[in-house]
C-alpha cells in the first residue's frame, strides 16, 4: 500500500502528526500494535467499569497545547477536571494548586478516538521490520502486511525504534547517531471497583517520597464517569521496577494496603485490574531538539525520545517535525 507518509505509533505524537501533514495533503498510515490509537492516552473498559490506566489527564502551559486543547474542548473530548487535588511529600500534606487540568469524556481514550477520525491506521499488528531501497521505505507487519512511503515517522519508545533499525545494519549507521539517550521506567497501573462509595473527600492524590504510590485518583470524579467508585493508583518507577514480574493478585493487595494506609480508611475491593507499562516514563538524557528529521534519508522521529512522556511535549515534538516535513518535502 503506497503512501506518502507511513507514521510507526498513534500516539499523541503520531496522531497530532498525521493530522497536521493530512491537512496539507499528504497521503498518511499510522501503524500501531495496540488494537487502537491513543498510546498511553489509554482507557480499559471492563465488564461494567472502567479506568484511564494511562495519562490521568492533561494540562496546558504553551500557546500551541493552549490552542489545541480549547478546540478540544469545543469538540467535546475533553472536559474541565475539578475537585480538591492534593499532594502527599514524605508524609506532608498540601493542597495543589497547579495548573488547570482536562480530561477526555467519558474516558481519556476519548481524546485520541476523536483525533484519530478521518484517520488511515492499521492497528493490532507489530511493525517486524523495517527498509529502505532505492529511496522508498518499506514497513512489514506481523500480518504480512507491507507498506511503502517515500517518507517515515517512528513516535515508538528508542528500544523498539532501536531493535528495528539494529535489524539493518546499513539504517542503523545512519540514523542511529542522531537519535538522543532516551532513559525508560516502567509503570504498573492498577484499577479497583470499590464495594462502597469513596470516602475520601481528594480527587487526586499525587505522591512524593512513597515507596510504592505514586499517584491515587477517584475515577469518579472526572466528567462523564457514573457508576460505582472506581479508584486508579499508578506505582513509582522504583516500585515498578523491582516488581515487574509480581503476581497481580499479589501485587493488587499491596497496592491498596498502601492506599489504605495513606488514606487511613479501610475500603473492601470489589475487582480489580493490573496494567504493567514497560515505557512509561522516559527521561530523554540528551535531547537538544524537540524532533529529529533527516531529510535525505526521509525519515523523522518525534514524542518520547524528546520530550520526557508528557502529552504537552508529545504534541510540540509532532507539530515541529510536521513543519519541517512540510517546508522540505512536497506530496507526492
Known amino acids: 500500500m503506497q503512501q506518502d507518509i507511513l507514521i510507526l505509533g498513534a500516539g499523541m505524537a503520531g496522531l497530532i502528526a498525521a493530522r497536521q501533514l493530512q491537512s496539507t495533503g499528504y497521503r498518511v498510515t499510522l501503524l500501531d500494535k495496540a488494537r487502537g490509537p491513543g498510546g498511553r492516552l489509554a482507557s480499559k473498559r471492563l465488564d461494567g467499569w472502567q479506568f484511564d490506566m494511562g495519562a490521568q489527564y492533561i494540562t496546558a502551559s504553551s500557546t500551541h497545547m493552549q490552542a489545541h486543547t480549547q478546540q478540544w474542548l469545543e469538540a467535546g473530548w475533553l472536559a474541565p477536571w475539578q475537585g480538591e487535588f492534593v499532594h502527599w511529600q514524605h508524609g506532608q500534606w498540601q493542597t ?61 519508545p528508542l528500544p523498539q525504534l532501536q531493535h528495528l533499525l539494529n535489524l539493518e545494519p546499513e539504517l542503523a549507521r545512519h540514523i542511529t547517531p542522531h537519535l538522543p539517550d532516551a532513559h525508560y521506567a516502567p509503570c504498573w497501573a492498577l484499577g479497583y471497583r470499590l464495594a462502597q462509595p469513596w470516602p475520601c473527600r481528594h480527587v487526586s492524590i499525587s505522591l512524593q517520597g512513597h515507596p510504592l504510590l505514586d499517584f491515587i485518583c477517584h475515577e469518579n470524579s472526572k466528567p462523564g464517569r457514573d457508576g460505582d467508585s472506581i479508584i486508579s493508583v499508578q506505582c513509582t518507577a522504583a516500585f515498578s521496577q523491582k516488581h515487574l514480574e509480581v503476581d497481580k493478585t499479589e501485587l493488587a493487595q499491596l497496592v491498596w494496603q498502601a492506599v489504605e494506609e495513606i488514606t487511613g480508611q479501610h475500603m473492601p475491593v470489589a475487582e480489580h485490574y493490573a496494567h504493567r507499562w514497560l515505557y512509561a516514563r522516559t527521561q530523554p538524557a540528551s535531547a537538544s531538539e524537540s524532533c529529529l528529521w533527516l531529510a535525505e534519508l526521509g525519515f523523522g522521529a518525534a514524542g518520547d525520545i524528546f520530550t520526557a512522556g508528557k502529552v504537552e511535549g508529545a504534541l510540540i515534538s509532532a507539530l515541529q517535525l510536521a513543519e519541517k516535513i512540510i517546508q522540505t518535502c512536497d506530496p507526492v
Open 96 to 156: 495543589h494548586t497547579g495548573a488547570a487540568r482536562f480530561v477526555g469524556q467519558p474516558r481519556m481514550s476519548a481524546l485520541s478516538r476523536g483525533l484519530s477520525e478521518n484517520l488511515e491506521l492499521d492497528c493490532g499488528q507489530p511493525v517486524t521490520h523495517i527498509c529502505r531501497q532505492e529511496g522508498i521505505w518499506q514497513v512489514s507487519l506481523a500480518s504480512g502486511r507491507r507498506y511503502t512511503a517515500p517518507l517515515l515517522i517512528s513516535t515508538l
